[in-house]
């Protein structure tokens, strides 16, 4: 087997044992979810044109700004790239 086989096979052991309550060696992340909302207000983009703009479907823009989603980690992150830095964000998009 394979060296990246038996990481995974490893990994998995390890979510079993944390799912089971046993001790494992699992490490949890927090994930600051951004306020997606407000990060579309403040570029002043309705949410057809802030998800046409950085390639999310309305659908999800939706839900996750009425709460029935959240974005998930590296989402998150991009969501991150996008209120900090918007034109590097399209630039980036645009080739």
């Known amino acids: 087997m394979s060296k990246v086989g038996r990481e995974v096979i490893s990994a998995l052991k390890q979510a079993i044992r944390h799912a ?3 001790n494992a060696k699992v490490v949890e992340h927090e994930v600051e979810v951004p ?3 407000a990060i579309r207000r403040r570029l002043k983009m309705s949410q057809q044109a802030f998800a ?3 390639r999310i479907p309305l659908a999800t823009l939706k ?4 709460g ?7 989402t998150a992150a991009y969501l991150r790239v996008i209120e900090r830095r918007p034109k ?6 645009a080739g």
């Open 20 to 22: 089971e309550g046993k």
């Open 63 to 66: 839900n996750w700004e009425q």
């Open 35 to 37: 306020d997606v909302k």
């Open 52 to 54: 046409t703009t950085f």
């Open 68 to 74: 029935r989603r959240l974005p998930d980690a590296p």
């Open 88 to 93: 590097a964000a399209i630039e980036a998009l």
